[in-house]
C-alpha cells in the first residue's frame, strides 16, 4: 500500500459521503491494466492512479468551492466535443488520480490542460492494422487547473480522434469518438493537510481509459478553448512517440 492510498483510505473513513461501492478494486483493476500495457519505462515516467475522489476532498476540505465557473458549464460541452466531468468515473474517464513526483518536467502546458507525460513519450501514435484501422493509444492522461472548464481539440480532426465508444475488437477508424473532449475541471478547495505531493493539488486530473487513435507520427498540434465563446485560447505541439517539437 502507497502513500496515497493509505491517505485516500485515511479520507474516505473520515468522510460524510461514501465512495461509489467497489470503487478501489475497479480502478486498481485499470491501473493493473494500464501499466502491463505502457511497460516499465512509461510506469516510471508517469506513475498514474486513476481514483475518483474529488468529491471525497471536498467533503473532508472545510466547505464548498468559492468558485462557479465550473459547475455552471459542467452539464453543457463544446459544440462537437466529448464532456469529461469532475468526479467521473465511467469507462469515458476517470477523474482524480496520483502522478509521478517529477511529473511537470515531463509534461506539456498548454494555457491551463497539462498533457502528462508527453515529453517523455506518454503520447504515441497508433498501431496501424489491416483495413485501414488503427488500435487505441488507452490511458493518456490530462490535467486542468481546478475551477476552470475547457475543449481540447485539434485543427487536424481528420488525423486524431478522442475514443468514447468500447470496440469488442480494440480496432477503430478515424471517424469513431470525437476530435476533442471539453474537461470540467474540479471547484477550488481547500487541500487537505498531508496529501502527498505527487496529488498535483489545484489540479483535475483526468486519466483516459479509452485514449484516442491518430495516424500522426511527429507532432499532434492541439488548441485550447474556453466557454462562453469556445474561441480559441492556446495552442501547442505535443510530440508523439517522445520525440519533439518546434517551440
Given at each position: 500500500?502507497?502513500?496515497?492510498?493509505?491517505?485516500?483510505?485515511?479520507?474516505?473513513?473520515?468522510?460524510?459521503?461514501?465512495?461509489?461501492?467497489?470503487?478501489?478494486?475497479?480502478?486498481?483493476?485499470?491501473?493493473?491494466?494500464?501499466?502491463?500495457?505502457?511497460?516499465a519505462?512509461?510506469?516510471?515516467a508517469?506513475?498514474?492512479?486513476?481514483i475518483a475522489?474529488?468529491?471525497?476532498?471536498?467533503?473532508?476540505?472545510?466547505?464548498?468551492s468559492?468558485?462557479?465557473?465550473a459547475?455552471?458549464?459542467?452539464?453543457?460541452?463544446?459544440?462537437?466535443?466529448?464532456?469529461?466531468?469532475?468526479?467521473?468515473?465511467?469507462?469515458?474517464?476517470?477523474?482524480?488520480?496520483?502522478?509521478?513526483?517529477?511529473?511537470?518536467?515531463?509534461?506539456?502546458?498548454?494555457?491551463?490542460?497539462?498533457?502528462?507525460?508527453?515529453r517523455?513519450?506518454?503520447?504515441?501514435?497508433?498501431?496501424?492494422?489491416?483495413?485501414?484501422?488503427?488500435?487505441?493509444?488507452?490511458?493518456?492522461?490530462?490535467?486542468?487547473r481546478?475551477?476552470?472548464?475547457?475543449?481540447?481539440t485539434?485543427?487536424?480532426?481528420?488525423?486524431?480522434?478522442?475514443?468514447?465508444s468500447?470496440?469488442?475488437s480494440?480496432?477503430?477508424?478515424?471517424?469513431?469518438?470525437?476530435?476533442?473532449?471539453?474537461?470540467?475541471?474540479?471547484p477550488?478547495?481547500?487541500?487537505?493537510?498531508?496529501?502527498?505531493?505527487?496529488?498535483a493539488?489545484?489540479?483535475?486530473?483526468?486519466?483516459l481509459?479509452?485514449g484516442?487513435?491518430?495516424?500522426?507520427?511527429g507532432?499532434?498540434p492541439?488548441?485550447?478553448?474556453?466557454?462562453?465563446?469556445?474561441?480559441?485560447?492556446s495552442?501547442a505541439?505535443?510530440?508523439?512517440?517522445?520525440?519533439?517539437?518546434?517551440?
Amino acid at each position: 500500500m502507497d502513500d496515497l492510498e493509505r491517505w485516500l483510505r485515511t479520507t474516505m473513513e473520515g468522510a460524510t459521503q461514501d465512495p461509489p461501492r467497489h470503487l478501489l478494486t475497479g480502478v486498481w483493476r485499470r491501473r493493473r491494466l494500464h501499466l502491463r500495457r505502457v511497460g516499465a519505462g512509461g510506469a516510471a515516467a508517469v506513475a498514474a492512479i486513476a481514483i475518483a475522489v474529488p468529491s471525497v476532498l471536498q467533503s473532508t476540505a472545510g466547505g464548498r468551492s468559492d468558485s462557479s465557473a465550473a459547475s455552471a458549464t459542467a452539464s453543457r460541452a463544446a459544440p462537437g466535443s466529448e464532456l469529461l466531468t469532475c468526479g467521473m468515473y465511467t469507462i469515458r474517464g476517470i477523474s482524480g488520480g496520483e502522478l509521478s513526483p517529477h511529473w511537470k518536467s515531463s509534461s506539456v502546458e498548454v494555457g491551463p490542460v497539462f498533457f502528462i507525460g508527453a515529453r517523455s513519450g506518454a503520447w504515441r501514435s497508433s498501431q496501424r492494422l489491416s483495413g485501414g484501422k488503427l488500435r487505441a493509444i488507452a490511458g493518456d492522461i490530462l490535467a486542468v487547473r481546478n475551477g476552470t472548464t475547457v475543449e481540447v481539440t485539434t485543427p487536424q480532426p481528420a488525423r486524431f480522434r478522442f475514443v468514447t465508444s468500447q470496440s469488442g475488437s480494440g480496432r477503430y477508424t478515424l471517424r469513431d469518438g470525437f476530435a476533442g473532449v471539453t474537461l470540467v475541471g474540479c471547484p477550488h478547495y481547500r487541500f487537505p493537510h498531508g496529501a502527498p505531493e505527487a496529488y498535483a493539488a489545484e489540479l483535475t486530473i483526468f486519466y483516459l481509459p479509452l485514449g484516442y487513435v491518430t495516424d500522426l507520427t511527429g507532432c499532434l498540434p492541439v488548441q485550447v478553448r474556453m466557454p462562453p465563446s469556445w474561441k480559441v485560447r492556446s495552442t501547442a505541439d505535443i510530440p508523439l512517440n517522445g520525440g519533439h517539437c518546434a517551440a
